[in-house]
């Protein structure tokens, strides 16, 4: 057992578990508003599945679009699938929550960006100074109530 909190890794499961919600209750009933969403994912990543032609186009990242047409939006656990339209032809995804890099609803001005995390499995964990020296910098502290609505 460690002696420390790993917020990072706390944090970024919180986000997943977030976009997990988000997909789910656009799954259930549909995409409200002008909202939409870009869905930036690593293509490498194990779990990934989508035509070759796709990955072969983009080996190594691709930023999907979720707005006007996708069908059979399904969510499960560690991974969510859809089927988008790429040149008038639909295609089939599935893609890991550990895959996705970005997830930004422009329509409200709202991103998350993901860095590197995954289970204690034996995968990729967070980058780590090999000196164990926490980094240096000036922090700053925002408050929240700049971006709450009156």
Known sequence: MSDTLDYGHMMHLAMQGLVKDILSKVAAEGLPGEHHFFITFDTTHPGVDMADWLKEQYPEEIT???QEWFDNLAVMDDRFTVTLN???TPEPMVIPFNAITTFVDPSVEFGLRFDSYEDEGGAELPDEDPDDTP?????EVVS???FRKS
């Open 64 to 66: 999907i679009v979720m």
């Open 86 to 88: 790429f040149n008038d």
């Open 135 to 139: 980094p240096q910098g000036d922090g």
């Open 144 to 146: 929240l109530d700049a």
